[in-house]
C-alpha cells in the first residue's frame, strides 16, 4: 500500500482517481490547488503525486519543482493534448511520466503501479553491476548516478538517467518504443510511447555535440534505438 496524493481543481478527477486508487488499496489524500498540495506533502511526505499541471494558486510544473527540490517525489502528470511543451517541462523537473486527458482511469493506475515498482526497493533482486560504463568520451556511473561527456558532469531527471544506463549496458542493442515502456517504464500493459520519444530527446540535447546528427543515441529508422560509442 502506498500514499498517494491527487491534486487536481477538478473534484470529479479527484473522485474517480481517488475510487480507482482505493480500490487497489492505497491510500489517497486530496488537494484541490498547488498551495495545499505543497502544504500536505510537508505534513505527510506522499509515496507518489498524481499531479494536473493547470491548478490554482500554484502551478502544477511549480509544485512539482518545489517536490524535486525537498526530496525524491515520483509524479504522474495530468495534462490536455494543447500543453505538450508543459509535459516536456514537466519530465525536464523531474516527473516520471504524464496521462493526457481525457484518461481511462485503468491506465492510470497501471503507471502509478509501474512507477512504484520501479521506485521501490526489491528485497529479491540480485545487485547490479555498479561498476561505470564508459562509451568513448560518455562516463556512466550507476552508484553514483552520475553522468559525464569529456569529463564534464551532466544533469539528468532520475528517469533519463534509468533509460540511458539500461541502453549503456545493452550498447548497441536495438529497442522498439514499446520494448522500452516495458524494460525502462515497467510497463506491461499497451500505452502511449510519446513520452519515449521526448526522453530520448532530451537525452541527446543533453549528451550530444549536435542533437540532430547524434552520434551516441542512434535511432534506427522504423525499429527504435541504440546507444553507441559515439565513434563517427
Same mark, same amino acid.
Given at each position: 500500500m502506498a500514499n498517494i496524493l491527487v491534486v487536481d481543481d477538478e473534484p470529479n478527477i479527484r473522485e474517480v482517481v481517488g475510487l480507482y486508487l482505493r480500490r487497489e488499496g492505497h491510500s489517497v489524500i486530496e488537494a484541490s490547488d498547488g498551495e495545499e498540495a505543497l502544504r500536505l506533502a510537508r505534513q505527510q511526505p506522499p509515496d507518489l503525486v498524481v499531479l494536473d499541471l493547470m491548478l490554482p494558486k500554484v502551478t502544477g510544473l511549480e509544485v512539482c519543482r518545489r517536490l524535486q527540490s525537498d526530496q525524491r517525489t515520483p509524479v504522474i502528470m495530468l495534462t490536455a493534448k494543447s500543453e505538450e511543451n508543459d509535459r516536456i517541462i514537466g519530465l525536464g523537473v523531474g516527473a516520471d511520466d504524464y496521462v493526457v486527458k481525457p484518461f481511462s482511469p485503468r $491506465? &492510470?493506475?497501471?503507471? #502509478? $503501479?509501474?512507477?512504484?515498482?520501479?521506485?521501490?526497493?526489491q528485497p529479491d533482486a540480485p545487485?547490479?553491476? *555498479? =561498476?561505470? !560504463?564508459? %562509451?568513448?568520451? &560518455?562516463?556512466?556511473?550507476?552508484?553514483?548516478?552520475?553522468?559525464? #561527456?569529456?569529463?564534464?558532469? !551532466?544533469? %539528468?531527471?532520475?528517469?533519463?538517467? /534509468? &533509460?540511458?544506463?539500461?541502453? +549503456?549496458?545493452?550498447? $548497441?542493442? #536495438?529497442?522498439?518504443? /514499446?520494448?522500452?515502456?516495458? &524494460? #525502462?517504464?515497467?510497463?506491461?500493459?499497451? +500505452? /502511449?510511447?510519446?513520452?519515449?520519444?521526448?526522453? !530520448? =530527446?532530451? %537525452?541527446? *540535447?543533453? !549528451?550530444?555535440?549536435?542533437?540532430?546528427?547524434?552520434?551516441? %543515441?542512434?535511432?534506427?529508422?522504423?525499429?527504435?534505438?541504440?546507444?553507441? +560509442?559515439? *565513434?563517427?
Open positions: $491506465e &492510470l493506475v497501471a503507471r #502509478v $503501479e509501474a512507477v512504484l515498482r520501479r521506485v521501490q526497493p545487485p547490479p553491476d *555498479e =561498476r561505470p !560504463i564508459e %562509451l568513448g568520451a &560518455l562516463r556512466v556511473d550507476p552508484r553514483t548516478r552520475d553522468v559525464q #561527456v569529456a569529463s564534464k558532469s !551532466i544533469s %539528468l531527471t532520475a528517469r533519463e538517467f /534509468d &533509460l540511458l544506463y539500461f541502453l +549503456a549496458r545493452h550498447r $548497441e542493442r #536495438v529497442f522498439t518504443r /514499446d520494448q522500452l515502456m516495458e &524494460l #525502462v517504464w515497467g510497463y506491461t500493459f499497451s +500505452a /502511449d510511447t510519446s513520452t519515449v520519444t521526448v526522453h !530520448i =530527446r532530451r %537525452l541527446r *540535447e543533453k !549528451i550530444e555535440d549536435d542533437p540532430t546528427a547524434p552520434r551516441y %543515441l542512434q535511432t534506427v529508422w522504423g525499429v527504435g534505438y541504440k546507444l553507441s +560509442a559515439g *565513434e563517427q
